[in-house]
């Protein structure tokens, strides 16, 4: 009996072991203790996922859908199918969306810029998908072309059923798919920034009863809330709960901060700015050399010059810890000659930043002029100059 005693102690002893060798791994996997379902954490520059909680696995998104609706009209007025001052008229489909919405009404016609405005800040479905079937000719069109730009951006996890994002079958997408739409968003068009950024706005509704203001106030708490916040969608719908992608910058430091299937609209934010906060404690960005700078002269063969220069193509951002013990080091990787003809932009190389070893960032170098074969002629006159020297 003593001997059943002892080995039930043993047991219970280990167990208990075990158990406390577990949980402080589990601390680690899970170092934020967030409530919501699925989180990511990402560098806006680099694409860098600094934090993440489940972040593949697909869920309805809600109206953070309109990251990507809002995307595509950005897109589609860049490449001049429409300018902003354009007047939208509101169809039938469009007005009786419901749910979040500005109440236009069928017939109505508002500009794309306050489309787009109502959009971003009131998140407004009648707004999004008027201005879908604006930009397509029809919110089907519109959806389709958004499912083609999210296979472009990588966004695997992605199906999109509608323009607005109320609750469909079949609609759904990932933590780290809407991190890479508001990445994509937010570095091509940082004038969203002007809407998503406003508290409050108006505007003004134009319809055969007359003209009205209407009062728009943002969805997105945190721009009265978290320093430095530049965006940017909220969502939230039955099944979807409380969704957020939340945008902030930094010192030159670029974050995205997203939660989906957060437990209360509280919670959504709270934990996009513990994310966020995460961020900016341990990363800072710094910049490599400049655009234009000169690293090295290739050599020519046959050319009209003998060598050309090899520029620094784009300045680099660099995600860097904030306990690195070293400074960024370059690495460069050159062609050692080249035959011509060069051309002027002509990629021959690239400067590669280094961290502890690590790869941080690195960049084309590009050859600054252009460079003619050159004739026999030439080329008879340069040995008679060897000779002569």
């Known amino acids: 009996m003593k001997k059943s005693r002892k080995g039930l102690l043993t ?35 680099t694409g860098t996922v600094l934090y993440e909680k489940n972040s593949h696995e697909a869920m ?91 296979k472009e951006l990588g966004m695997e996890d ?22 890479l739409m508001s990445r994509e968003l937010m570095t091509r068009f940082p004038e969203i920034q002007q809407y998503t950024t406003t508290w409050q706005d108006t505007i003004i509704h134009k319809t055969r009863k007359g003209e009205s203001e209407f009062g728009l106030t943002n969805t997105n708490k945190l721009i009265k809330w978290y320093d430095g916040a530049t965006g940017l969608k909220t969502g939230s719908t039955g099944k979807a709960l409380y969704c957020l992608s939340g945008t902030a910058e930094r010192n030159g430091l670029h974050l995205i901060g997203v939660v989906m299937a957060a437990p209360d609209f509280k919670v959504r934010f709270q934990e996009v700015m513990k994310l966020l906060d995460y961020g900016f404690a341990n990363y800072s960005a710094q910049k490599g050399l400049p655009a234009g700078q000169e690293i090295a002269r290739i050599p020519i063969k046959k050319g009209t010059k003998n060598d050309v220069g090899a520029v620094i193509k784009e300045e680099v951002s ?3 810890p904030k306990d690195s013990a070293k400074d960024w080091e370059t690495k460069t990787e050159l062609l050692p000659e080249l035959d011509a003809p060069v051309e002027e932009g002509q990629k021959v190389g690239e400067l590669i930043y280094m961290i502890n070893g690590e790869e941080v960032g690195r960049t084309d170098l590009i050859t600054t002029e252009k460079a003619e074969k050159a004739t026999v002629f030439t080329m008879l006159q340069r040995m008679l100059k060897k000779w002569r020297a």
């Open 158 to 179: 992605t199906h999109f059923v509608n323009a607005c994002g109320l609750d469909v079958d079949g609609h759904e997408t990932s933590a780290y798919d809407i991190a």
């Open 11 to 45: 047991a219970l002893l280990t167990l208990f072991y075990v158990i406390g060798m577990m949980l402080p791994a589990y601390g680690q996997e899970e170092p934020l203790a967030l409530q919501s379902k699925s989180a990511i954490l990402m560098d806006g520059a």
């Open 318 to 320: 660099m995600l860097v």
């Open 60 to 150: 309805p998104p809600a109206s953070v859908t309109k990251v990507m609706t809002m995307l595509l009209i950005y897109e589609a007025q860049a490449d001049g199918k429409f300018k902003w001052e354009d007047m939208v008229q509101v169809s039938e489909h469009a007005a009786g969306m419901g749910g979040s919405q500005v109440f236009l009404e069928p017939g109505e016609t508002q500009s794309a810029a306050d489309m787009t405005k109502c959009i971003a800040i009131a998140s407004a479905n009648d707004a999004a998908v008027a201005m879908a079937e604006f930009v397509a000719g029809s919110e089907e069109a519109f959806v389709e072309k958004m499912n083609e730009r999210a």
